[in-house]
């Protein structure tokens, strides 16, 4: 059964604490993906990684950054929160080539105050 | 024009009625086409691939129309557990094979 982690399911920080959010998946896939889900306006792709120490900013990158060490585990890094940043966040994973499904995380529920 | 565009809804329905949703999709290149099923407080899952000559998974029937860039999803004899948000989900294939643009969702309620 294929299965995507995060470290968190709920989070409280205050604004300016760098903040970490894990993702791990065993399922061998290179391909993963940060997303910030926020009412009214969908996924969002924050960064994704195809592989090892490889990193592509998505759509919304701005006050993020990601770190992929090893290949099961795909870190988002908030380095100065901010209450905007107040949102869920989904890690995602797929295998590379393929144009399927794409598996999720539960998510993590971040409040920034 | 955002590049998946879908109804919110909600949309209302009585158990066992019919219900179609529909969602249009801005670039013209897009190869393949999904509609994920998120519950509540839950990650979004694949429900099922959209294929050019459409596609039936059960109750649930998935169609695609090229010409006009839009997708629809089906579904039948709606049960009370089919209440969710549906998300229309494309892959665009450009700046990598994986990305995936998603709609915001159009949600399902399902009463008795």
């Known amino acids: 059964d294929v299965k995507v982690t995060q470290s968190s399911r709920y989070l409280v920080k205050r604004t300016g604490e760098k903040v970490f959010l894990e993702c791990v998946q065993d399922?061998?896939?290179?391909?993963m993906f940060w997303y910030r889900q926020d009412p009214g306006l969908g996924l969002r792709l924050i960064y994704f990684?195809?592989?090892?120490?490889?990193?592509e900013k998505g759509d919304i990158p701005e006050g993020y950054s990601v770190s992929r060490e090893k290949k099961e585990r795909f870190s988002l890094i908030l380095e100065s929160a901010s209450t905007n940043q107040t949102s869920m966040y989904l890690c995602?994973?797929?295998?590379?080539?393929?144009?399927?499904?794409?598996?999720f995380g539960p998510g993590t529920r971040l409040t920034v105050l | 024009r955002k590049e998946v565009e879908q109804d919110p809804g909600p949309f209302n329905v009585p158990e066992g009625a019919t219900v179609a949703f529909n969602c249009t999709y801005s670039?013209?290149?897009?190869?393949?086409f999904f509609w994920y099923r998120q519950d509540c407080r839950k990650e979004p899952k694949l429900l099922m691939s959209?294929?050019?000559s459409g596609n039936e998974d059960g109750r649930f029937t998935a169609q695609l129309n090229r010409a006009s860039q839009y997708i629809s999803l089906l579904i039948r004899d709606s049960k009370l557990s089919d209440s969710a948000t549906y998300l229309c989900?494309?892959?665009?294939?450009?700046?990598?094979?994986?990305?995936?643009?998603f709609g915001t969702g159009t949600q399902l309620k399902v009463e008795l």
């Open positions: 995602a994973s797929i295998d590379g080539g393929s144009t399927d499904t794409q598996y």
């Open positions: 399922m061998d896939h290179e391909n």
């Open positions: 990684s195809y592989d090892v120490k490889m990193k």
């Open positions: 670039n013209s290149a897009s190869q393949s």
């Open positions: 959209v294929y050019s």
């Open positions: 989900v494309v892959n665009p294939l450009t700046g990598g094979g994986n990305k995936l643009t």
